[in-house]
């Protein structure tokens, strides 16, 4: 399993940014995708989900109505689009999916940079 970022970036609050995550080594169409941050400082927390189809999201309530998680199974990418960004959304982001094979295994990206300067 691969998971790899990219997109991240220094924005001034109110901006916006997309970020991609590529994955590859499982069979990326049968598994929800999910985006998590962690600020410096602080636990990495839940961002969004998107279920393995696209028919259900999910978000964090500090980020609901500002960030949008879409994928295409065909080019195994998920995104994660942030609109109206606050200082306090500064963190490394990270794709994460939990695959199946001969048990669960928990897999993360390695993180992209997203600061947001006020």
């Known amino acids: 399993v691969q998971l790899v970022e990219s997109g991240g970036g220094r924005v001034q609050t109110g901006g916006s940014l997309s970020l991609s995550c590529a994955a590859s080594?499982?069979?990326?169409?049968?598994?929800?995708m999910n985006w998590f941050r962690q600020a410096p400082g602080k636990e990495r927390e839940f961002v969004a989900t998107?279920?393995?189809?696209?028919?259900?999201?999910n978000y964090a309530d500090s980020v609901k109505g500002r960030f949008t998680i879409s994928r295409d199974n065909a080019k195994n990418t998920v995104w994660l689009q942030m609109n109206s960004l606050k200082p306090e959304d500064t963190a490394v982001y990270y794709c994460?999916?939990?695959?199946?094979?001969?048990?669960?295994?928990?897999?993360w990206g390695q993180g992209t940079q997203v600061t947001v300067s006020s």
């Open positions: 080594g499982f069979a990326f169409s049968s598994y929800s």
């Open positions: 994460q999916a939990s695959v199946y094979d001969k048990g669960w295994s928990v897999n």
């Open positions: 998107i279920s393995r189809n696209a028919s259900s999201t």
